[in-house]
């Protein structure tokens, strides 16, 4: 069974703070990697995708890929209270399941003010 | 920007009713999925298609079935609603590469 594990939290920083959101995936062949933020009663979000190992950046957003440990992080810098969400990780292998993505069942962040 | 249109933000249905969820996707994408979101449990698979006339069960197809007549469309039909169907209902698209999906602003569904 190929999973994508998260921690549910909640996650709770300081506003300005660095948050530091982890996820681990089983499925050694996967090869895309994405992060969504859903607020409370909307729908996910994509805000960052990664496919190669190492950092990639958008603005607050720091991604990171470690394929060696299966490991996903998304670090965001200078948290707002508008970050406040549920982060999912979610993992795609395009050779199985017709490339669908796995997702975790996310980790709750919370920015205090 | 892709958009991904559902017909319903809230439905509110009687037990043993057929319920149709309509899911519209402007951007040609190859692949559609239907997924139930529930507090603790996640993002749960219903169907998804990869092709018009196509569909694959995901991991909780029991209850539901799904049409794909046309490229931009993909409904999902709960052929006799129960209790235990009360959900959020979200819809998604996307390629089959590295650009992951898209999802509508979902349904939420009442079964009473």
């Known amino acids: 069974q190929k999973e994508v594990e998260q921690n549910s939290g909640p996650l709770s920083v300081p506003e300005g703070a660095i948050a530091s959101l982890n996820c681990t995936y089983s499925?050694?062949?996967?090869?895309?990697f994405f992060w969504y933020r859903q607020y409370s009663g909307k729908s996910p979000e994509l805000i960052m995708s990664?496919?190669?190992?190492g950092d990639k950046e958008d603005g607050r957003f720091t991604a990171q890929l470690n394929k060696a440990s299966q490991y996903v992080s998304l670090l965001i810098r200078d948290s707002q209270p508008s970050d406040s969400a549920t982060y999912l990780c979610?993992?795609?292998?395009?050779?199985?399941?017709?490339?669908?993505?796995?997702f975790g069942k996310g980790t709750k962040l919370s920015v205090k003010p | 920007d892709v958009k991904v249109t559902q017909s319903s933000r809230y439905l509110v249905k009687r037990t043993g009713e057929k319920v149709f969820l309509e899911c519209v996707q402007d951007m040609d994408h190859e692949n559609m999925f239907w997924y139930r979101q529930d507090p603790g449990l996640g993002l749960r698979l219903i169907y998804f298609?990869?092709?018009?006339?196509?569909?694959e069960k995901g991991d909780i197809p029991e209850g539901y079935s799904v049409s794909r007549e046309k490229k931009e469309r993909f409904s999902l039909i709960l052929e006799s609603a129960s209790t235990n169907q009360t959900s959020m209902y979200l819809c998604?698209?996307?390629?089959?590469?590295?650009?992951?999906?898209?999802f509508g602003s979902g349904t939420r569904l009442t079964v009473v």
């Open positions: 298609s990869y092709d018009v006339k196509m569909k």
């Open positions: 499925d050694r062949g996967s090869q895309s």
């Open positions: 998604a698209s996307g390629w089959r590469g590295r650009d992951g999906y898209t």
């Open positions: 979610a993992a795609q292998n395009y050779g199985g399941s017709q490339g669908n993505l796995i």
């Open positions: 990664i496919y190669s190992n």
